[in-house]
């Protein structure tokens, strides 16, 4: 997966809303706003209160918004479908088969909690724990190994995807990794919220280690040495926001010179394990990382570094053994971290593995049951308005010269466009699927890398490919393909709605699609050029007036309290923020152009410009803990579903106008300080 691709939200978990479907015309459900508040003193909660009030948290989620909603209904979709398959035949090695018998191992709990453990056994192939230090050489050379083709992670990894400056061609990256918390602030920040994670992170460390069968000797010494390992690391990684430079994680260096420069690491080794060979060239993503890997393996003794694998592979296989192993990952995952209190129903966390494994064969039964053609031809028509809306944007903007425009509007020409599901399927017929859950995982993991090693290693990039499954309840842009996707999953209420009136579908897929498009004009997405290739394509004056619209958002955002003494991130969520203004701009401009020669009546009690805002608005309608607060404060690129709406609308000159916005309400900025980008 390109690490690079944007997508319209973090989205964890999947329904229609069927009391959208209440009105028909106007699509806009009047129950769930707030009419006690008024729209210029919190835009938000006048839009959205009611319907928070309607969906209180479950103890099963942390946050829960409209796109939950959706999740939700999707989540039965495909349980309907499963199920089905898994009640007939099936030909042994057919889709059917492996969709069946991946969600029934999952399911089966009677042989997890009597087998599981002997699977995490078997897996672990630890026996000769600490008897000797030939044992231990042993496992690093032969067990390790094969532990990373299976998927766990070591302290760094790779993937094979477009090399950013050579766009049509793929390219092997080295980038940083062997954080089990994810992010780096969790190891090096010293508030009192954080410290308390690292704590609970310790205890789990322990508390699963020693359900795995550990004594408390070596239970203590592997939250030690993981510790130790994992914050040195992390020392040495770049966060999140030092990520979204491209230009700074971009270090190609000839292979000669990765062995030369990174010496500590036996190249040859770990890429035939993986059976690569012949790579000429290579980005190395974060070369302090992949030094700090080197010292560790140089400094640790191998016991250490045994404990600290074996670490990552007993926390990535307890989801799929005993009940015991899985409720102490949830207690620190879901509650510690999120602060969600009751775990997913099991279907559910099968129905997840069935996606992560099988996405497309599931892919391919679920489009055929709930994907209209007529869903496909309005949004390829939808598409294309905003594309022309867009181009007119472009071309009003007093920023940028003549010659910037005429690129921008190559690019915009460029994009390539994806709707519903792929041309082509993928093709599954080399991954076995049998009994274990926990084997049918390591099964899928190492399938996954092996077929991106297949399809990309020395191959031009295929633009087919898909980055998400059909089913998925989100949106990209990837911009080394310059492709805007939308699966079928999102191409329903409150996105779509075949039966709502142009208002409706402008300000809520519309904003998607235009949110999609102008990440290729975003601060990261506009140092891509047409052919998807890291280049600067911008006059620097015209860079530099960039620059300085989208700094107006930086601060705006900076200045926003998520949580009390909490500030929202700026640098971080820049590109999310502008994608949602640039969305909302051409968006409006797209539905003004559509209604221009017809346009729409007055329904509900709302004009059709007040229409466009409530559908909008009414997209980012949630609930949600504190905790998961803090996680998305370090963690997410988008903003929170409060600030997406009331964070932007104080920027559109529509909004005002729509609601008769004046300087007397609380949310009124003045004009000069409005981001205007679009
Ligand atoms: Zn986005």
Not at 295 to 311: D, P, R
Not at 479 to 503: H, K, R, V
Not at 647 to 669: C, K, L, N, R
Request: charged content about 25%; glycine content about 8%.
């Amino acid at each position: 997966m390109n690490k690079k691709t944007m997508t319209l939200a973090f989205v964890a978990g999947v329904g229609m809303m069927s009391s959208c479907t209440k009105q028909l015309r106007s699509g806009i459900d009047l129950s769930n706003l707030d009419t006690e508040v008024k729209v210029g003193d919190d835009f938000y909660q006048y839009a959205t209160g009611g319907w928070q009030k309607a969906h209180p948290l479950t103890a099963e989620y942390s946050r829960f918004g409209s796109f939950d909603v959706l999740q939700e209904n999707n989540n039965k979709q495909l349980r309907d479908i499963i199920e089905g398959v898994a009640k007939q035949e099936n030909k042994q090695g057919s889709i059917e088969q492996k969709i069946a018998s991946l969600y029934n191992s999952a399911m089966d709990s009677a042989y997890l909690n009597e087998h599981g453990m002997d699977d995490l056994v078997t897996f672990l192939a630890c026996d000769g724990y600490r008897s000797s230090e030939e044992t231990t050489a042993q496992w690093l050379a032969d067990v390790w190994p094969r532990m990373q083709r299976q998927g766990v992670g070591g302290m760094f990894g790779f993937y094979i995807t477009a090399d950013e400056k050579d766009a049509k061609n793929n390219i092997l990256y080295v980038v940083q990794g062997g954080l089990t918390l994810g992010q780096k602030d969790y190891y090096v920040d010293e508030d009192a919220e954080t410290r308390k994670i690292r704590d609970a992170y310790r205890k789990y460390i322990e508390d699963l280690s020693r359900h795995a069968g550990f004594g408390e000797e070596d239970v203590q010494r592997i939250s030690d040495d993981v510790m130790r390992i994992e914050t040195y690391l992390a020392q040495n990684s770049k966060s999140m926001t030092e990520l979204r430079d491209p230009e700074a994680n971009y270090n190609k260096l000839t292979y000669a010179e990765l062995k030369e420069q990174f010496a500590g690491i036996d190249w040859d080794a770990y890429f035939q394990n993986f059976g690569i060979s012949g790579l000429k060239e290579v980005i190395v993503g974060q070369p302090q990382a992949i030094h700090a890997a080197e010292h560790v393996l140089a400094g640790e003794s191998a016991e250490a570094l045994q404990n600290y694998y074996l670490w990552h592979a007993i926390n990535m296989a307890a989801d799929y053994v005993d009940d015991e192993s899985r409720a102490l990952g949830f207690a620190f995952w879901g509650g510690v971290m999120s602060g969600k209190q009751e775990d997913r129903p099991r279907w559910k966390r099968a129905v997840s593995s069935v996606e992560e494994g099988l996405g497309e064969a599931l892919g391919q039964l679920y489009v055929a049951k709930h994907f209209p053609p007529a869903a496909k031809e309005r949004m390829v028509q939808l598409v294309r308005n905003l594309q022309v809306a867009l181009g007119e944007r472009i071309d009003v903007q007093d920023w940028m010269s003549d010659e910037t425009k005429k690129v921008a509007h190559e690019k915009l020409d460029a994009f390539y466009v994806k709707v519903g599901y792929p041309d082509e399927w993928t093709d599954y017929s080399s991954l076995e699927i049998g009994d274990s859950y926990l084997d049918n995982i390591l099964a899928c993991n190492e399938w996954a890398i092996k077929q991106n090693i297949e399809k990309h290693l020395n191959k031009p990039v295929d633009r087919n490919e898909w980055f998400m499954t059909p089913q998925t309840v989100n949106a990209y842009y990837n911009p080394t393909t310059n492709e805007i996707c939308f699966p079928a999953g999102i191409l329903q209420p409150p996105f779509f709605d075949m039966e709502a009136d142009d208002a409706f579908n402008y300000g809520a897929i519309g904003v998607v699609i235009g949110h999609e498009m102008t990440h290729g004009f975003d601060d990261q997405g506009s140092q891509y050029d047409k052919e998807g290739n890291l280049r600067q394509w911008w006059s620097a004056e015209d860079r530099q007036r960039f620059e300085q619209r989208i700094q107006v958002m930086r601060e705006y955002h900076d200045s926003i309290e998520v949580l009390p003494g909490l500030k929202s991130n700026g640098t971080l969520t820049l590109g999310e923020n502008m994608a949602d203004h640039g969305g909302l701009m051409v968006a409006f401009q797209a539905f003004e152009n559509a209604t221009a020669e017809h346009p729409l009546k007055n329904i509900d009690g709302f004009t059709p410009e007040q229409r466009f805002f409530l559908a909008y608005a009414n997209v980012w309608g949630q609930n949600i803990r504190e905790e998961e607060i803090r996680k998305r404060q370090k963690s997410d690129p988008h903003s929170l579903g409060k600030w997406r709406v009331n964070g932007q609308m104080p920027h559109m000159d529509a909004w005002y106008e729509a609601f008769g916005i004046t300087e007397s309400d609380p949310m009124f900025i003045p004009k000069e300080k409005r981001v205007t980008i679009w």
